[in-house]
């Protein structure tokens, strides 16, 4: 049996968090879940672009998480959340994937919940992605106000089953069906957090949440608004007001991490 530390995670914990109230596995509470899960933890690579990120073990992503309230990337959301749903008795299957390209390494991950017969993902760690859960089935389509998402089934040369995730007509990323280990997970978080070029998180600002406005995108520079029924808003940002943004989206900046990521993004520019 494969060891994802779930006692890591406190369902009562993480349900009060999100502000969903438990009850019994159905769509409905996989749609609530995700849904509150997205508004209640922002996506952010703070802590990799500082240098400074201390790991993606469970007992690290429960305390920063649900404690520390610091957001977090995709292998910190969706072990967070699939440790809660495996406490709450649902059947889950961590899934890795590739990011924009089949060139690029498996450095993406999501998840499946089995339920009634059928396969859901969830995308809990991409930034502006799923807000509930869609059928892993081909030509499934979830509409969003920011753009119809799709699924879409394809099978490599090699054989290997992949599911492009699709935002209109781009590509968001290719997860495959191939058992994930914990240490699939450490190394992907070792690549997108340490090796040189691999990925924006070591260069580039990211931090980004759903509010009940819309949702909200932070980058070293700019702030992109997007709101239900209304025009993408882009806005430049200097290093001070990028600060306070990411602050306004609930991240904890004390004076330390502040000063240490304005010069962080000084020496970016």
Do not use: K
């Not at 969830?122 to 799709?150: N, Q």
């Not at 190394?187 to 931090?207: D, E, K, R």
Request: charged share 25%; with cysteine; proline share 6%.
């Amino acid at each position: 049996m494969t060891d994802w530390n779930l006692d890591a995670y406190d369902p009562a914990v993480y349900l009060e968090r999100v502000g969903v109230e438990p009850g019994p596995p159905s769509l409905d509470l996989l749609e609530r879940i995700h849904r509150g899960h997205v508004a209640a933890f922002p996506f952010s690579n703070l802590d990799v672009l500082l240098g400074r990120h201390p790991g993606v073990r469970p007992e690290i992503v429960a305390r920063r998480m649900l404690h520390q309230g610091t957001g977090g990337y995709c292998f910190e959301h969706v072990q967070l959340m699939a440790g809660v749903l495996e406490r709450l008795g649902l059947g889950v299957r961590r899934r890795l994937g590739r990011v924009h390209s089949e060139q690029n390494t498996r450095t993406h991950m999501c998840l499946d919940v089995e339920l009634d017969d059928r396969h859901w993902m969830m995308d809990p760690g991409f930034g502006l992605s799923l807000t509930g859960p869609i059928p892993r089935e081909d030509g499934a389509r979830r509409e969003e106000f920011f753009g119809l998402l799709s699924l879409h089934r394809r099978v490599t040369d090699e054989g290997i089953e992949q599911w492009e995730l699709r935002r209109g007509e781009a590509v968001q990323h290719l997860t495959d069906l191939l058992p994930v280990m914990p240490t699939d997970v450490h190394g992907g978080h070792h690549i997108t957090s340490t090796l040189p070029g691999a990925g924006p998180f070591q260069t580039m600002l990211i931090v980004s949440r759903f509010t009940e406005a819309g949702h909200v995108t932070i980058t070293s520079g700019a702030r992109t608004l997007r709101r239900p029924g209304q025009e993408t808003v882009h806005e430049e940002l200097t290093v001070g007001q990028v600060i306070d943004a990411v602050a306004d989206l609930g991240l904890p900046l004390d004076t330390q991490t502040a000063r240490e990521l304005g010069q962080r993004l000084r020496a970016l520019a």
